[in-house]
């Protein structure tokens, strides 16, 4: 089962910002929290991930809670291209097969 | 960069037959991973190669499925005989070290 809960769907108007939460609250101390998504027919494509520390790339931002039990990935200019299901992972760094993905949040950006 | 290569795209066939699904890895990649994807879930993990060994196949349905990485480079995974519920895109990952990298993803329609 995924170590993650997010909501299920999100809408977000075009050009602001999209904010997907992820609850983690069973998450250990060596366990990073990544982010990938999924557009419709394509694989699962990489976007950030972290440890305690906030991280920003090219792509998006992700903020993570000081007792590290949820995280916020944020799109900070939303654009009809980033609709996609987004997924929040949980796993230790030396434990490559541990990807265990639940349902996502469905991202929805509207014009 | 050339991405994670997986023929073919698409494939029909009948229950009881059998059907095999190709993938390139990124070059250099020592890790391969295949997932079944069924409608509105997320990815599951079948089994991780890492170069031509098996690391986890533990989810793998061995009465059906196979799998094989030969060289330690591409990989073929198989289902004889399919049933109506294999029906999933079956997506291959790579990885050099903690991310992978997602292929495009064969989907499997099973009549």
């Known amino acids: 089962d995924a170590k993650t809960t997010q909501p299920p769907s999100m809408d977000c108007a075009e050009g602001r910002a999209a904010n997907l939460p992820c609850n983690h609250s069973?998450?250990?101390?060596?366990?990073?929290v990544y982010w990938y998504r999924q557009i419709h027919s394509q694989g699962p494509q990489y976007i950030i991930h972290?440890?305690?520390n906030n991280e920003t790339n090219e792509m998006a931002s992700l903020i993570i809670t000081e007792d590290r039990k949820s995280s916020t990935l944020i799109l900070p200019h939303a654009t009809l291209r980033d609709t996609a299901v987004y997924y929040c992972?949980?796993?230790?760094?030396?434990?490559?097969?541990?990807?265990?993905f639940g349902a996502g949040t469905r991202l929805t950006v509207k014009p | 960069e050339a991405g994670v290569a997986q023929s073919p795209r698409y494939k029909i066939i009948e229950k009881r037959q059998s059907v095999a699904f190709w993938c390139n890895p990124i070059?250099?990649?020592?890790?391969l991973y295949w997932y079944q994807q069924i409608l509105g879930q997320g990815p599951k993990l079948l089994i991780q190669?890492?170069?031509?060994?098996?690391?986890?196949d533990s989810q793998l349905p061995k009465d059906r499925f196979s799998a094989e990485r030969l060289k330690g480079v591409d990989s073929t995974l198989k289902i004889q005989p399919a049933k109506l519920e294999d029906s999933a895109v079956y997506l291959c990952?790579?990885?050099?070290?903690?991310?992978?990298?997602f292929g495009p993803g064969t989907r499997l329609l099973v009549l």
């Open positions: 990952a790579s990885s050099l070290s903690k991310t992978q990298y």
């Open positions: 069973t998450i250990s101390g060596n366990e990073y």
């Open positions: 972290g440890l305690k």
């Open positions: 992972i949980v796993r230790a760094p030396y434990n490559n097969n541990d990807m265990r």
């Open positions: 070059s250099g990649h020592a890790t």
């Open positions: 190669f890492q170069n031509n060994g098996v690391v986890d």
